[in-house]
């Protein structure tokens, strides 16, 4: 049995979009969800996010809402994006992390378009989750630690961004890779072109400089 260990935070609409194509993995992949702060990723790789560039902004949501469309999946853009995820996250580990909380919460977000900033619509969540304090469980500093554990680890292991899938210290980022993890997972975990390989192992031919050091005057030699 292969094991996933897939890497997403709430704030993301392509983690929303892989959460309803796990099942394409396969019954026999076990799925171990792993919920991580994005902008711990960013800030860890240096990377802007793409709400962060306004017309990357723009296209990543017009793509998303594409894709959804594409794959038949409902989605529904919340009130306002990018949102603070970190409540969604520990109400996640709060609650175990099972498969279905899990979804219950995208969907909250995604599928219905809704965020629980106002306390009725926080109450209307947990209630579904039947986590009726939740309050005091995202507070627990066992969870607070447990999500940083999770970003911490994912970092560790090279994960950049979300959604991403490990399976066999191989990753695979993006709602888009979702296949070809399952025909990774399909080929007994191993890659079976060879040109994935040499593709893989292609040397590094140029380095772009570092803005920040090119922007930086020349010292002047001293006299």
């Not at 109450?123 to 005091?136: C, I, K, N, S």
């Not at 072109?193 to 031919?205: H, K």
Request: one cysteine or more.
């Amino acid at each position: 049995m292969a094991t996933a260990d897939w890497y997403f935070d709430f704030v993301s609409p392509f983690a929303y979009l892989q959460s309803e194509q796990l099942a394409l993995l396969g019954p026999k992949t076990r799925i171990r969800y792993r919920p991580v702060l994005f902008a711990g990723l960013l800030q860890a790789h240096g990377h802007k996010g793409p709400a962060e560039i306004p017309r990357k902004r723009v296209f990543t949501y017009r793509y998303a809402v594409w894709q959804a469309k594409r794959l038949g999946i409902p989605f529904k853009m919340p009130p306002e994006h990018p949102f603070n995820p970190l409540p969604l996250l520990r109400l996640a580990l709060a609650c175990d992390c099972t498969p279905d909380a899990v979804h219950r919460i995208f969907r909250f977000v995604w599928r219905d378009g809704r965020l629980p900033d106002l306390p009725i619509e926080w109450a209307e969540l947990v209630a579904d989750l039947r986590l009726p304090d939740a309050r005091t469980r995202i507070a627990d500093p066992a969870v607070k630690e447990a999500l940083r554990r999770n970003t911490d680890e994912a970092i560790a292991r090279g994960v950049f961004g979300v959604p991403t899938l490990v399976i066999d210290d191989e990753l695979f980022w993006g709602a888009d890779a979702t296949l070809m993890a399952a025909e990774f997972v399909a080929d007994g975990c191993r890659w079976t072109d060879p040109q994935s390989d040499r593709a893989a192992a292609v040397p590094v031919g140029a380095v772009r400089r570092d803005p920040v050091a090119r922007a930086k005057p020349a010292k002047r030699a001293a006299r």
